[in-house]
């Protein structure tokens, strides 16, 4: 194995581990306030975007890297989207005094 397809391995372990932490943290305090939907779904369509391009279709690397990143990120968003709270729904909920 040569040092370059070494180094690739890097973002291929990172930039899942990454993911699941913030899909770990949606999965455990069922709230996504702060956790913007657009930047995930962005980084999903960037990954898969991105391994298209590298035509490095069957090489571990990409497919770690790449798009299982871009599926987790694709639960992360449905996650913050069904944990999205709704305020107009919140507001009527209360009860006037």
Known sequence: MSFVEL???IPAIIFPVATLMQL?????????AGVPAL??????IGNISLYIYAE??????SILGQ????ALQIYVVMLIL????????AA???TPE
């Open 92 to 94: 009527n909920s209360t």
């Open 67 to 70: 798009l299982a990143t871009a």
């Open 56 to 61: 490095k279709y069957l090489e571990l690397q």
């Open 24 to 32: 770990f943290h949606l999965l455990r305090t069922k709230e996504s």
């Open 39 to 44: 930047t995930w779904a962005a980084f999903a």
């Open 82 to 89: 069904k944990y999205r709270k709704k305020p107009a729904l």
């Open 7 to 9: 180094v690739g391995y």
